[in-house]
C-alpha cells in the first residue's frame, strides 16, 4: 500500500507563505457564505478571493463596495482579516502557541522571525507579544478618537460609532485602507479630528514594528538608535513631507478635488493624500480626478511604501535609502557604503537591488497586460498594477470594470507585493545550494 505524504515546509519563509495563503482561503470561503452577503445569495468566488486577498495582504483595492454590498458579518470577517494579516499569520500563531502551551521551540522561534525580522531568537518572544501590545494599544487610541467624532459632530448612534471607529482605526493602523463609506473618506476631507488621527495610525503602522519598539525604549536617546531606526525615520520623514507637498501642488487649484477648498481644508486633505501612499487606501479626495501628474508621483511613493516588519507594502523605505546611498558612494569613488558613520555590508546591497528589480519586473509585466487587455491608458494601468504590488488600495476607479482574469492578475500581485518577491521565491525554492568553489574574477564592460 502507497500512501501519500504532504510536502514538508522546512524554510520559515514557506510557512509564512502558507500561513498567508491559508487566510486568504479561509476567508473566501467565509465571504462567500450567504451571511455575509448583504443581498440575497453568495458573494462569488473571484469577489471573494479578491476581498479576502485584498484584507489579509492590508490592501484596500476592492471590486465591490464594502458598506453597500457586504452584510454586519462580512465586514467582520474582513475586519478580523485585517487584524490577521497585520499582526502577520505568523506572529499571530506564535502568539497562540505562547498563551496556549506557554512554551516556545526553536522551529516557533525561527518561524516568528522570518515574519517580524527580529535578528535575535531570544528576543522572539518578547516582540511577538509586543506587536500585540502596541497594536492593540494604537488601534484603541484611534478608535476612541474617532467614535468619539462620529458620535458627537456627526450624530451617529453610539453603537454605530463604535463599530465605525474600531473598523476605520483597525483599518488604518494596518494600512489597510478599507472603509465603511462607499467614497472612502471624501465627506470628511476638512475634519482633522478624522483624517489626522487616521493619518497618524498609517504612519504608526508603516514605520514597522522593530522601530516603535526602539522609540519605546530609547526615544530620549536617539544617538543610541540603531541604523534600521535612523534609516526608517529619515527616509520616512522626507517622502511624508515631500508627498505630501507634492499633492498639494500640483492639486492646489484642481476643481475636482483641491480646489473648492479653502487653505487650511487644502493643506489637511493634500497632508492626507501625502501620507495614504504609504501604503493605505484610504482616500479624502476623489483619486479618479486627480491629475495625471499627481498619479505618477503617488506612483513613486505607493512603489517604495513604509519600513521593513510594519503593516506597510512598497518595496520598504530602507530598501530605497540603500540603493540611494549605494549610487552615492559609487559616484563619489567610495569602496566602502556608509550610512550614517556605519558601513553597509555587501550582502544587503544585492538584497536591495534583488527585491528592487523584481518588483520593478512585476509591476512592470502587469501593467503591459493591462495595456494589452484593456482600453484604459498607460497612467490608469501603472498606476492600479502599482497600487496592488504596494498593497496600497488607492484607485483611479478601474478595478472593479476589470475581466476577472485582470482582478485576479491583481491578487496576485497583491499577494506577492505583501510578501515580499524575496520571501515568495525563497519559499518556492526545493533546497538551499551553497557553491564549495569560486569561479575565476573577470569584469565585463559596464555603461
Same mark, same amino acid.
Given at each position: 500500500?502507497?500512501?501519500?505524504?504532504?510536502?514538508?515546509?522546512?524554510?520559515?519563509?514557506?510557512?509564512?507563505?502558507?500561513?498567508?495563503?491559508?487566510?486568504?482561503?479561509?476567508? %473566501?470561503?467565509? &465571504?462567500?457564505?450567504?451571511?455575509?452577503?448583504? !443581498?440575497?445569495?453568495?458573494?462569488?468566488?473571484?469577489?471573494?478571493?479578491?476581498?479576502?486577498?485584498?484584507?489579509?495582504?492590508?490592501? !484596500?483595492?476592492?471590486?465591490?463596495? %464594502?458598506?453597500?454590498?457586504?452584510? !454586519?458579518?462580512?465586514?467582520?470577517?474582513? &475586519?478580523?482579516?485585517?487584524?490577521?494579516?497585520?499582526?502577520?499569520?505568523?506572529?499571530?500563531?506564535?502568539?497562540?502557541?505562547?498563551?496556549?502551551?506557554?512554551?516556545?521551540?526553536?522551529?516557533?522561534?525561527?518561524?516568528?522571525?522570518?515574519?517580524?525580522?527580529?535578528?535575535?531568537? !531570544?528576543?522572539?518572544?518578547?516582540?511577538?507579544?509586543? =506587536?500585540?501590545?502596541?497594536?492593540?494599544?494604537?488601534?484603541?487610541?484611534?478608535?476612541?478618537?474617532?467614535? #468619539?467624532?462620529?458620535?458627537?459632530?456627526?450624530?451617529?448612534?453610539?453603537?454605530?460609532?463604535?463599530? @465605525?471607529?474600531?473598523?476605520?482605526?483597525?483599518?488604518?493602523?494596518?494600512?489597510?485602507?478599507?472603509?465603511?463609506?462607499?467614497?472612502?473618506?471624501?465627506?470628511?476631507?476638512?475634519?482633522?479630528?478624522?483624517?489626522?488621527?487616521?493619518?497618524?495610525? =498609517?504612519?504608526?503602522?508603516? &514605520?514597522?514594528?522593530?522601530?516603535?519598539?526602539?522609540?519605546?525604549?530609547?526615544?530620549?536617546?536617539?544617538?543610541?538608535?540603531? #541604523?534600521?531606526?535612523?534609516?526608517? &525615520?529619515?527616509?520616512?520623514?522626507?517622502? #511624508? =513631507?515631500?508627498?505630501?507637498?507634492?499633492?498639494?501642488?500640483?492639486?492646489?487649484?484642481?476643481?475636482? %478635488?483641491?480646489?473648492?477648498?479653502?487653505?487650511?481644508?487644502?493643506?489637511?486633505?493634500?497632508?492626507?493624500?501625502?501620507?495614504?501612499?504609504?501604503?493605505?487606501?484610504?482616500?479624502?479626495?476623489?483619486?479618479?480626478?486627480?491629475?495625471?501628474?499627481?498619479?505618477?508621483?503617488?506612483?513613486?511613493?505607493?512603489?517604495?511604501?513604509?519600513?521593513?516588519?510594519?503593516?506597510?507594502?512598497?518595496?520598504?523605505?530602507?530598501?530605497?535609502?540603500? @540603493?540611494?546611498?549605494?549610487?552615492?558612494?559609487?559616484?563619489?569613488? *567610495?569602496?566602502?557604503?556608509?550610512?550614517?558613520?556605519?558601513?553597509?555590508?555587501?550582502?544587503?546591497?544585492?538584497?536591495?537591488?534583488?527585491?528592487?528589480?523584481?518588483?520593478?519586473?512585476?509591476?512592470?509585466?502587469?501593467? @503591459?497586460?493591462?495595456?494589452?487587455?484593456?482600453?484604459?491608458?498607460?497612467?490608469?494601468?501603472?498606476?492600479?498594477?502599482?497600487?496592488?504590488?504596494?498593497?496600497?488600495?488607492?484607485?483611479?476607479?478601474?478595478?472593479?470594470?476589470?475581466?476577472?482574469?485582470?482582478?485576479?492578475?491583481?491578487?496576485?500581485?497583491?499577494?506577492?507585493?505583501?510578501?515580499?518577491?524575496?520571501?515568495?521565491?525563497?519559499?518556492?525554492?526545493?533546497?538551499?545550494?551553497?557553491?564549495?568553489?569560486?569561479?575565476?574574477? *573577470?569584469?565585463?564592460?559596464?555603461?
Amino acid at each position: 500500500m502507497v500512501t501519500r505524504r504532504w510536502p514538508r515546509l522546512k524554510h520559515p519563509a514557506q510557512v509564512v507563505v502558507a500561513g498567508f495563503a491559508t487566510a486568504v482561503a479561509v476567508g %473566501t470561503g467565509l &465571504l462567500m457564505l450567504p451571511v455575509a452577503k448583504a !443581498g440575497p445569495g453568495g458573494a462569488g468566488v473571484v469577489d471573494a478571493l479578491f476581498t479576502s486577498t485584498s484584507a489579509v495582504c492590508v490592501t !484596500g483595492l476592492i471590486v465591490v463596495d %464594502t458598506p453597500g454590498y457586504w452584510s !454586519g458579518f462580512g465586514q467582520a470577517v474582513i &475586519l478580523a482579516l485585517i487584524q490577521v494579516g497585520g499582526f502577520g499569520i505568523m506572529t499571530f500563531a506564535s502568539l497562540l502557541v505562547l498563551l496556549v502551551s506557554h512554551r516556545f521551540g526553536l522551529k516557533a522561534r525561527l518561524t516568528a522571525a522570518a515574519e517580524t525580522k527580529t535578528l535575535g531568537l !531570544g528576543d522572539v518572544r518578547s516582540v511577538v507579544t509586543g =506587536v500585540v501590545k502596541v497594536s492593540l494599544l494604537l488601534e484603541a487610541v484611534t478608535a476612541l478618537v474617532l467614535t #468619539l467624532r462620529f458620535a458627537t459632530a456627526y450624530d451617529e448612534p453610539w453603537p454605530r460609532a463604535v463599530w @465605525l471607529g474600531v473598523f476605520h482605526a483597525v483599518s488604518a493602523f494596518n494600512n489597510a485602507g478599507f472603509a465603511l463609506y462607499s467614497d472612502s473618506l471624501i465627506g470628511f476631507a476638512t475634519d482633522p479630528w478624522i483624517c489626522l488621527p487616521v493619518a497618524l495610525a =498609517v504612519i504608526a503602522g508603516g &514605520l514597522g514594528f522593530p522601530v516603535l519598539f526602539e522609540l519605546r525604549r530609547r526615544w530620549s536617546r536617539p544617538g543610541s538608535w540603531s #541604523l534600521h531606526t535612523k534609516i526608517v &525615520l529619515w527616509a520616512s520623514g522626507i517622502f #511624508l =513631507v515631500g508627498g505630501s507637498a507634492f499633492v498639494t501642488v500640483i492639486e492646489w487649484s484642481n476643481p475636482a %478635488t483641491l480646489g473648492p477648498m479653502d487653505a487650511p481644508g487644502k493643506l489637511l486633505a493634500g497632508f492626507f493624500q501625502g501620507v495614504m501612499p504609504r501604503t493605505a487606501g484610504f482616500n479624502s479626495v476623489d483619486t479618479s480626478q486627480m491629475s495625471p501628474a499627481s498619479w505618477l508621483g503617488t506612483d513613486v511613493l505607493m512603489f517604495v511604501g513604509g519600513a521593513s516588519a510594519g503593516t506597510a507594502g512598497g518595496i520598504k523605505v530602507t530598501t530605497f535609502a540603500v @540603493l540611494f546611498f549605494v549610487i552615492y558612494a559609487e559616484i563619489r569613488g *567610495e569602496g566602502a557604503v556608509n550610512i550614517f558613520h556605519r558601513r553597509l555590508h555587501g550582502d544587503l546591497q544585492r538584497q536591495a537591488l534583488t527585491v528592487v528589480l523584481l518588483s520593478v519586473a512585476a509591476v512592470a509585466v502587469s501593467t @503591459l497586460a493591462f495595456v494589452v487587455f484593456t482600453d484604459h491608458s498607460l497612467d490608469q494601468s501603472l498606476f492600479e498594477t502599482t497600487s496592488a504590488f504596494a498593497t496600497v488600495g488607492l484607485s483611479t476607479g478601474i478595478t472593479a470594470g476589470l475581466h476577472p482574469g485582470l482582478q485576479l492578475l491583481l491578487v496576485a500581485l497583491m499577494f506577492i507585493g505583501r510578501l515580499g518577491p524575496i520571501t515568495v521565491a525563497s519559499a518556492l525554492a526545493l533546497r538551499a545550494r551553497v557553491r564549495l568553489y569560486d569561479l575565476p574574477e *573577470e569584469r565585463p564592460v559596464i555603461g
